[in-house]
């Protein structure tokens, strides 16, 4: 029997985590083989389909963040722990530990670029030994922005953890600046073996690449993860579609010899 | 095998056909143009020879068929959900060589790219085709140029001849039917044409470096953004995601999927008022690298056809063929801009 991918499945909300007013983490009931930087497709009949990254992995759970912004992320807010959300995936090919084993690792991330890579952070972060170190650079509007804040103590005990702040809006003493202001000033044994991970807004990924560049990264070492707009993941309907590449079947994560020649 | 057919024959052909299966072909909607009240040739269900147009070329092509304009997936209320069925009947498709090799198109978009695409493989087993022999090349054909012209893989042929029509068969089913209606037995070969007047060339060394070619600007006024080319073309695959709901209650409904264009806004929109290649010449660049680099980069091979229809379908008198002459000088204005 054929596979129907576009017929949806039923899962429980498990669990539903506040971070921000606009930013809640669903916790969905799942089984089955998951990466980080993988997504999935959400949909609430009627209202569409979205496709959210994952944020974390758990014993028969994955977890969903999302920023409410439209038709479907709406609705989604309106759900509660119990309640029932359709979806369809895993898609894409996500973050390839082995990419990472053995080497510094540099994870620049912003605002909701954090959820695809979190799952890295909190592999490597739990697992020291498996790397060089990690560093993590994470950067949000401002102090209530911040996504994931019961993880960044467990992560500072085994990794070197920046995390900044565009405005110090509420005099929290957060560090202030842009993530690609740290990148200069990084310590690092041999930047040539070097691996770096870059998700986020497209100028931010753009400028965290080039000072990484800059600071002696090599192009092969370092990855990003792209966003498009999507509506299949399936690698049928266009919508993703850069150059010769389908960022939902090929990505959304890329090594940035690939990456950079994606141009719209 | 081949047949000569009586046009009683070929309506009694037609009409056995349509007993167990749909039967599509190019028709004559009368008035059915876009822009004045000339006749529109499109695709519609036949039951006789009589009402298939061999002479002219259709405006639309065949890909409704296998990729409809608008599809259930299926039917949901608020937590169960019933796949839409599948069709009852299996079809037979006349078209000609240029949209059957457009055919191989969408098979490797729709079972190539990734998985299978479970609606379309349903359609697509049950699916034969009868190619229309061209005699000669419609004026905005470049079929020749696109290495389409000769018609590969058909289940049969048929093109007027002799006063009714001849065939050439290669599927053991219509074979049977066939042998019972023709009037003769002889060898048939489906015409194709061999020199086209529109003549395109795509340049060898074409690269993605070709973007950054100040030509596409030019489109950025003169393009509207209508999408009328993507809508036509039979090797445009994309389509978007609707949700649908019957009831005010808005329990009941379906999610379907509805043919889209890149050409037109919206189609690369994302929350919060995102979007890439505003500009009408930035789409026109995306269209024609497509069709012209992108899927060969890919898949091995062109995608467009050299059907023409987009030529012939845009408002604002906007030739493809014309784009795809003019990349050669793109790439070398491209080439001197980096020396
Ligand atoms: C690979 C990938 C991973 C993503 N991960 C996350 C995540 O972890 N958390 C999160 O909050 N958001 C994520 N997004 C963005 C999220 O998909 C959009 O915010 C969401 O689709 C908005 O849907 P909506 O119906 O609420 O908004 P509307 O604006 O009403 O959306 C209308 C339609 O536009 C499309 N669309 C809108 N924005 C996007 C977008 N950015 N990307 C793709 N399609 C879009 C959808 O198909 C949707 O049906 C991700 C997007 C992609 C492509
Ligand atoms: S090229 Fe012509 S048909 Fe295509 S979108 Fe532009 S104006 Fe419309
Ligand atoms: S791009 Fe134009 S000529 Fe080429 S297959 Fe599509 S409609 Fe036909
Ligand atoms: S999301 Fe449909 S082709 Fe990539």
């Known amino acids: ?19 921000t007013a606009m930013e809640y983490t669903f916790r969905m009931a799942y089984e089955g083989d998951i990466r980080p930087g993988q997504f999935f497709e959400v949909s609430i009949p009627k209202y569409g389909e979205a496709p959210i990254s994952v944020s974390g992995i758990g014993e028969g759970t994955v977890d969903l963040t999302i920023r409410k912004v439209g038709a479907v992320t709406n609705e989604v807010f309106e759900k509660y722990a119990g309640d029932k959300l359709f979806m369809r995936g895993p898609y894409g090919n996500g973050f390839d530990y082995d990419d990472y084993r053995g080497k510094e690792l540099v994870v620049v991330a912003g ?38 804040r019961d993880d960044f103590p467990r992560w500072e005990k085994t990794s070197n953890i920046i995390l900044t702040v565009d405005a110090d809006d509420e005099n929290t003493g957060m560090k202030v600046g842009l993530v690609t202001e740290y990148i200069p000033g990084l310590e690092l044994d041999a930047v040539e073996d070097a691996a770096a991970i870059v998700v986020g807004p497209p100028v931010m990924m753009r400028f965290a690449v080039k000072a990484l560049l800059d600071r002696g990264f090599r192009e092969e070492n370092i990855w990003v993860s792209q966003e498009r707009k999507m509506c299949c993941g399936l690698g049928k309907c266009g919508h993703c579609k850069v150059g010769d590449t389908y960022i939902c079947l090929d990505g959304p994560v890329f090594n940035y010899t690939k990456g950079k020649f994606l141009i719209d | ?68 304009v608008c599809q259930a997936l299926f039917y949901f209320t608020e937590d169960q959900i019933k796949e839409a069925d599948a069709p009852e009947k299996g079809a037979v498709v006349f078209l000609r060589s240029c949209d059957l090799h457009a055919v191989k198109r969408l098979d490797d978009i ?198 023409g229809r987009c030529d012939d379908v845009c408002p604002e008198y906007i030739s493809f063929s014309r784009i795809l002459n003019r990349l050669g000088d793109m790439m070398e204005e491209v080439n001197t801009d980096a020396e």
Not at chain 2, 178 to 190: F, K, T
């Open chain 1, 1 to 19: 029997m054929l596979n129907n991918e576009y017929v949806p499945f039923l899962s429980e909300i498990k669990e539903v985590i506040k971070h």
């Open chain 1, 111 to 148: 605002g909701t670029g954090v959820s695809p890579v979190r799952g890295v952070v909190d592999h490597f972060a739990s697992c020291p030994d498996e790397t060089q170190g990690l560093t993590l650079i994470a950067g949000f509007k401002s102090p209530h922005d911040m996504l994931f």
């Open chain 2, 1 to 68: 095998m081949g047949y000569i057919l009586s046009p009683e024959a070929a309506d009694r052909l037609i009409a056995s056909l349509a007993d167990d299966c749909l039967v599509f072909a190019p028709k004559r909607f009368v008035g059915g143009a876009v822009f004045s009240d000339l006749d529109c040739i499109r695709y519609g269900e036949v039951k006789t020879a009589g009402e298939i147009v061999f002479d002219q070329k259709s405006d639309y092509s065949f890909k409704e068929i296998l990729t409809p």
């Open chain 2, 110 to 307: 729709y079972l190539n790219n990734g998985e299978e695409d479970y609606y379309y493989r349903r359609l697509r087993d049950r699916v034969k085709f009868v190619v229309m022999g061209c005699s000669e090349a419609f004026d905005s054909c470049f079929c020749v140029d696109m290495g389409t012209n000769v018609p590969e893989g058909y289940n049969m042929s048929m093109e007027p001849a002799e006063g009714g029509f001849a065939i050439d068969c290669r599927d053991a089913e219509l074979d049977e039917l066939l042998g019972s209606l023709a009037d003769r037995e002889c060898d048939v070969e489906p015409s194709h044409v061999e020199e086209t007047k529109t003549r395109v060339k795509i340049p060898e060394g074409l690269t993605q470096d070709v973007m950054r070619s100040k030509i596409w600007d030019e489109y950025d006024g003169r393009c509207i953004a209508c999408g009328r080319c993507n809508f036509v073309c039979p090797t445009c695959t994309c389509y978007t995601m609707q949700d649908l709901f019957y009831t005010e209650n808005g329990r009941v409904g379906e999610r379907r999927r509805v043919q889209a264009s890149c050409m037109v806004d919206g189609f690369t929109d994302v929350a919060g008022g995102g979007s890439y290649r505003k500009k009408n010449g930035e789409r026109m660049r995306f269209k024609t690298l497509h069709k012209a680099l992108d899927y060969k980069q890919r898949f091995g091979y062109q995608m467009c056809v050299g059907c």
